[in-house]
């Protein structure tokens, strides 16, 4: 070993460290720090008046097993599947057809299916109330043609719609994604052996572009499961989801070790959605 290595190596951790650094101490302070402050309160008790009391108890896991919060939690991953398989039927068709378009057409759908993150949440989910209030354009539309008014507003309908059109684009870019970088020779090769297109699809296309449809169906169905905004303005507060009652334990009960609990069950429902998509992304990539 030369002088000039121990240099050059210590040269190259600085780098890494300089470049890494922002990125892990961002983590650090806006993700583990809260999540480890959340993870803490799980074991303590509500306090007379709210807040914390530091002292060791096992009841918050407990009440988890109530009916009423199993409930809530069964009402909600039944809205976030809905919206999650809805999302996978519109989501798909479409980024096989952007990913089909010429280049130039390409660059123009994608912006397209973007160009809603660029106005603001809010104000997007109250155009959504506008449409399906009982006086509102779609409303005005089924008068017209004898089939209304109809109740659209405050409804489980409306709040799965408002999360698929929130987090649709979520579901087509990572499914763009995949379809597009398969390889056009793999379709080419299963037409010349006389496969019809819908074997094609269900055969190659599709087991292929499996990565991009977990990945999509995760990114859907965590924030539909976590959302509370649009349960409470699209829902009218009738129908409570996991976010509303997090929402509600922290700001409203003042019940942060339950709150905590229960956001913690969210994040753990996550890790294990991520843990499944990674496992049955590599299962696929080897059947591949």
Same mark, same amino acid.
């Given at each position: 070993?030369?002088?000039?290595?121990?240099?050059?190596? @210590?040269?190259?951790?600085?780098?890494?460290?300089?470049?890494?650094? =922002?990125?892990?101490?961002?983590?650090?302070?806006?993700?583990?720090?809260?999540?480890?402050?959340?993870?803490?309160?799980?074991?303590?008790?509500?306090?007379?008046?709210?807040?914390?009391?530091?002292? #060791?108890?096992?009841?918050?896991?407990?009440?988890?097993?109530?009916?009423?919060?199993?409930?809530?939690?069964?009402?909600?991953?039944?809205?976030?599947?809905?919206?999650?398989?809805?999302?996978?039927?519109?989501?798909? =068709?479409?980024?096989?057809?952007?990913?089909?378009?010429?280049?130039?057409? &390409?660059?123009?759908?994608?912006?397209?299916?973007?160009? =809603?993150?660029?106005?603001?949440?809010?104000?997007?989910?109250?155009?959504?109330?506008?449409?399906?209030?009982?006086?509102?354009?779609?409303?005005?539309?089924?008068?017209?043609?004898? @089939?209304? #008014? *109809?109740?659209?507003?405050?409804?489980?309908?409306?709040?799965?719609?408002?999360?698929?059109?929130?987090?649709?684009?979520?579901?087509?870019? #990572?499914?763009?994604?995949?379809?597009?970088?398969?390889?056009?020779?793999?379709?080419?090769?299963?037409?010349?052996?006389?496969?019809?297109?819908?074997?094609?699809?269900?055969?190659?296309? @599709?087991?292929?572009?499996?990565?991009?449809?977990?990945?999509?169906?995760?990114?859907?169905?965590?924030?539909?499961?976590?959302?509370?905004?649009? =349960?409470?303005?699209?829902?009218?507060?009738?129908?409570?989801?996991?976010?509303?009652?997090?929402?509600?334990?922290?700001? &409203?009960?003042?019940?942060?070790?339950?709150?905590? *609990?229960?956001?913690?069950?969210?994040?753990?429902? @996550?890790?294990?959605?991520?843990?499944?998509?990674?496992?049955?992304?590599?299962?696929?990539?080897?059947?591949?």
């Amino acid at each position: 070993m030369t002088a000039r290595q121990p240099v050059r190596v @210590l040269g190259k951790a600085s780098g890494r460290l300089a470049t890494m650094g =922002p990125g892990f101490g961002f983590l650090t302070v806006f993700l583990l720090v809260p999540l480890a402050l959340v993870l803490s309160y799980t074991v303590f008790r509500r306090g007379r008046f709210g807040g914390v009391v530091h002292e #060791p108890t096992g009841e918050n896991f407990a009440r988890l097993a109530d009916p009423l919060y199993l409930e809530v939690v069964a009402g909600s991953v039944k809205l976030a599947a809905i919206t999650t398989l809805l999302a996978l039927l519109l989501g798909y =068709p479409t980024a096989y057809l952007i990913a089909r378009l010429p280049a130039r057409w &390409k660059v123009i759908a994608l912006v397209a299916v973007v160009l =809603p993150f660029w106005t603001n949440f809010l104000i997007r989910t109250y155009a959504w109330i506008v449409l399906l209030n009982s006086e509102g354009p779609v409303n005005s539309g089924l008068k017209a043609l004898g @089939l209304g #008014p *109809v109740e659209l507003l405050y409804t489980d309908g409306a709040i799965v719609a408002g999360l698929l059109y929130a987090y649709l684009p979520l579901m087509i870019l #990572p499914l763009y994604s995949a379809v597009e970088r398969l390889d056009p020779e793999l379709r080419e090769a299963s037409a010349n052996l006389g496969a019809r297109p819908a074997r094609t699809f269900w055969s190659v296309t @599709l087991p292929l572009s499996l990565p991009g449809v977990l990945t999509g169906c995760v990114f859907v169905f965590v924030p539909s499961l976590g959302n509370f905004v649009i =349960p409470e303005l699209l829902g009218g507060g009738r129908r409570i989801m996991v976010g509303n009652l997090i929402r509600d334990q922290f700001l &409203k009960a003042r019940d942060w070790p339950f709150g905590s *609990v229960l956001a913690l069950a969210v994040v753990a429902v @996550l890790v294990l959605l991520l843990f499944a998509q990674a496992w049955a992304a590599r299962r696929a990539g080897r059947g591949a």
